[in-house]
């Protein structure tokens, strides 16, 4: 009977689902994860830096966090929550962006969502239609999916270590009447760098200026999708900026993309929100009421009573920011460590997030940075993910390296395999 189910099962072909289901591309980062998990099996070493996620044995979320959460579900807070999060965690969030930013917004600006991802899917949904332009750095996170699954017209802006890997005004301008959406994340996965102040101002006062042109013509404004999901995760000088703060115009205009799962290394508990104009929010919440991607509300009230607890974050984040810049300064410096020496490498120092940005520039001997990362994981158990899958069509041999589910251990003795492997090529 199983046999003969099979053979029914097989006149279903990929043929025979929609144009879209077809053309749909799969997380390109965690078909390379999965691939990591197939090779770690067979009990090789390997310093997996690949997806952007925490191990808990390494980043545990903050225990406060993870009390309040038990105690709301042994509470009985397992219900629906409403279907624009809970009244406590919405003016938490409002509250947690005028204390961290200094912007007032009104409680119909806030929805959650279960994780930042509805949030992204939900935004792109609400302003884009089907052949609106929308402009996004590449490298960056997925942009190029959310666009296709709205049935945007992508308009892509190449950018590199010459402008930090972000996204400039003078790069945005020649496309900006045409647009529809203008996507930004900082600081950037997958890159780790963060927008300066000035470069903020600098797009937030165009999109200001554009939108003041379609007022007088009665044409939809431009949007800014202002990802800031890494925000609490900046390093030294670095500093983290919003449009509003800088424009306050810009506030019309901008759809914040914002949660726990990076800052609190709680991806798995999905709470994210964003705090939007109202006329957007609404249409979000719709878009994600049907999709039914609520966050779950034993998590969203503990979220609530813990963004209030200004102590606590900050005594988490001295522990887990060390941390994390122990295991990018550990690659950064091994990294340059062999560029000294003559070995074909190089990196950008972090800025902010988890990441690093990584170049092994071994493009004239393997041709593709597909070929280089195989290499480094066949040769060195060095797993990372180059740009590429960050919507990157050069084969430039960058790469990036995610520090979340790593010991310093880990990042050392990966080091020591990457500077033989690539020695050994000469």
Not at 101 to 127: D, K, N
Not at 194 to 203: K, L
Not at 399 to 423: M, N, P, Q, T, Y
């Amino acid at each position: 009977m199983a046999n003969a189910t099979s053979d029914i099962l097989t006149r279903c072909s990929d043929r025979s689902l929609s144009s879209l289901a077809q053309g749909l591309i799969g997380s390109e980062v965690l078909k390379i994860a999965g691939e990591v998990r197939a090779y770690a099996s067979s009990g090789r070493s390997v310093a997996n830096l690949t997806v952007g996620d925490f191990a808990p044995t390494e980043f545990r979320i903050p225990r406060a966090l993870e009390a309040q959460i038990v105690a709301n579900l042994a509470a009985g807070q397992t219900n629906y929550p409403p279907s624009d999060g809970t009244l406590e965690l919405r003016r938490a969030v409002l509250a947690f962006f005028q204390e961290s930013f200094g912007l007032e917004y009104p409680l119909e600006s806030t929805l959650i969502a279960g994780g930042s991802r509805p949030i992204i899917f939900a935004a792109y949904a609400a302003v884009v239609d089907r052949g609106d332009a929308v402009i996004y750095p590449t490298p960056s996170w997925n942009n190029n999916h959310y666009t296709y699954l709205s049935g945007g017209r992508p308009i892509e802006l190449k950018v590199g270590a010459e402008t930090n890997f972000m996204p400039t005004a003078a790069m945005i301008r020649p496309h900006v009447r045409e647009a529809a959406l203008l996507a930004v994340c900082t600081p950037l996965n997958p890159t780790g760098t963060v927008m300066n102040r000035g470069e903020v101002e600098a797009i937030a006062t165009l999109a200001v200026e554009e939108n003041e042109r379609r007022a007088t013509t009665g044409q939809r404004p431009l949007f800014i999708l202002w990802d800031q999901v890494y925000w609490m995760l900046t390093f030294g000088e670095n500093r983290h900026w919003t449009p509003p703060q800088v424009v306050p115009e810009a506030a019309a205009y901008t759809i914040f993309v914002d949660g726990i799962s990076k800052a609190l290394a709680a991806t798995g508990l999905r709470v994210g929100w964003t705090v939007a104009p109202p006329a957007v929010t609404a249409r979000m919440r719709d878009i994600i009421g049907h999709v039914g991607a609520w966050s779950p509300k034993a998590e969203q009230l503990a979220v609530a009573t813990f963004l209030g607890q200004k102590d606590e974050i900050a005594s988490y984040h001295e522990t887990m920011i060390r941390e994390l810049r122990l295991r990018l300064d550990t690659l950064y410096d091994g990294l340059m460590e062999m560029r000294r020496e003559g070995l074909p490498v190089n990196a950008i120092a972090p800025q902010g997030a988890i990441y690093l940005s990584a170049q092994f520039n071994l493009i004239d001997r393997f041709g593709t940075n597909e070929a280089i990362r195989r290499f480094l994981l066949e040769q060195a158990g060095f797993a990372v993910v180059p740009f590429q899958a960050f919507g990157t069509k050069e084969e430039d041999g960058w790469f990036r390296l995610s520090a979340g589910a790593v010991s310093v251990r880990d990042c050392e003795e990966g080091l020591v395999r990457v500077r033989a492997a690539i020695a050994g090529l000469a």
